[in-house]
């Protein structure tokens, strides 16, 4: 398999100035490199920083086009985003993706409905989530919820202070309070989590079933660390534990090819993609970093055709919005992107039940796409 280098292997941000050996064998810092390092490693975080503005815009065109019913969405767009009406293919993968993990989400927050429980959303950006999964929770009566989000500061910031300044955001956070669900948000390098001595979470509750989402973020971690950051969860929770994710595979055909070059002319270098790019790679991936009472996978295109994930109503509905004609690029698209979940305790097991509907071995082989 295709490897791409482990940028990660410059970073010395924190391990200090490196040494390198001075004449007569005396040790001199190497600082003239080391913030030629430190500068190109700030450069390519906030790269992966400013991917959040393509998941809200894509949030923000998908809602005013009707595929999602968002109120929250345009609290959270960049300042003066006006809406860019993306192209239909991208319009329905936003909507896939979105219900399909709104409905692992549900799922679990149904099952034991009278047990609290816990969300932590790595990379959550401006994901609206939260309030959504409120909204509902405020008709269906779910558990009492602890829901965490964790990003970059430059990220949490911007959310911190859209949250403040909106009277509607504020008041329905409040509201939710009151009614259990409780909202944090931390300012938080996941790469750190990596540490000997990792930073706390406060708050995290590690006796409470949790699950957690990374809709597109540990993808732009390296393989590698991506599996310690999970590691860090499923050594410090000790219950119910359940993953959900969401990102690209298959880069080896020439589509996949495509979509990473064209990723890497604006510098992001997805680095999961290749280790972990094919559906029978991400369930084993997922059985690897402890999730392995259960994994289930499935494309983009699979869920779109499935009635577990989308009804025949809503399928309907989602065709009448806006034509696309481009049912071939549609399909190739959408089996470039995959959801994963798996999980830790029979709870999980009994919530997500059936939900890979009958999966034959052949659609996982995934050969020659991946
Ligand atoms: C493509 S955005 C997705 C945002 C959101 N999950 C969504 O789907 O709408 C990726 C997010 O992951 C965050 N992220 C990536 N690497 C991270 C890291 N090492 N620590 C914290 N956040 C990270 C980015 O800052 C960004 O907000």
Known sequence: MASIPNLNSLRTGRRGPRLR???????IPENDDSSHVEAAEAGRDKVIQQTDNDASSSRLSAVALGYLDDPYAPVFAAQGEQVVRRYPIINRGTYVRTTAIDNLVKRFLQHDPNQRKQIVSLGAGSDTRFWRLWTD??????????YHELDFEANVNQKRASTRQSL???????????????????????????????????????????LILSECCLCYLPPDTA????????????????????????????????????????GIHLQTLQRYGTLEAQRQRLRLAGFNDGQGV????????????????????VERLEWLDEVEEWQLLASHYCVAWGWRGQGFGEAWQGLEG???SSEDRDDGLG
């Open 137 to 146: 929770a405020a008709s269906a009566s779910f558990a009492e919820v602890e």
């Open 358 to 360: 009958s999966r034959t």
């Open 227 to 266: 599996t310690s950051v999970l590691q860090y969860f499923t050594m410090n929770l000790k219950g119910l534990l359940g993953l959900a994710l969401y990102e690209p595979i298959r880069p080896l055909d020439a589509f996949g090819k495509t979509m990473v070059s064209n990723l890497a002319s604006r």
């Open 21 to 27: 050996g001075g004449r007569g064998g005396r040790a």
């Open 298 to 317: 499935r494309d983009v295109s699979q869920m779109y055709a499935s009635e577990t994930w989308v009804s025949r109503a809503e399928r309907v509905r």
């Open 168 to 210: 509607f955001i504020s008041d329905m956070t409040q509201k939710a309070e009151k009614g259990g669900w409780r909202y944090h948000l931390h300012a938080l390098d996941l790469r750190n989590l990596t540490n000997k001595s990792p930073p706390p979470i406060p708050n995290l509750d590690p006796e409470l079933p949790t």
